[in-house]
């Protein structure tokens, strides 16, 4: 396993789960310890992968939207 990137460890960690501990996975990094985003991250690459370009659309839309309530006002 020395030779194994932070992608591949991070999927053979997931990979056997059932759906109910993948949700645990999910729900558990979200939030929480930075150190979880970049495995959050590679299981957002694999969906994106496999979605249609309907859903990034959506899934998108939802980040823009989100981000949009982070935004700070303008100062003069």
């Known amino acids: 396993m020395d030779n194994l990137d932070l992608r591949q460890a ?3 960690r997931v990979q056997d789960k059932p759906l109910n501990e993948l949700t645990e996975v999910i729900e ?3 939030g929480n310890d ?3 985003l970049p495995g959050l991250g590679v299981l957002f690459e694999m969906i994106w992968k496999q979605i ?3 859903e990034q659309a959506r899934l998108v839309t ?3 939207t989100q981000l ?4 700070q006002p303008a100062t003069s």
């Open 28 to 30: 558990s990094s979200i």
């Open 34 to 36: 930075e150190r979880a």
């Open 68 to 71: 949009s309530r982070f935004a």
């Open 10 to 12: 991070i999927i053979r």
């Open 62 to 64: 939802a980040l823009h």
């Open 52 to 54: 249609d370009e309907q």
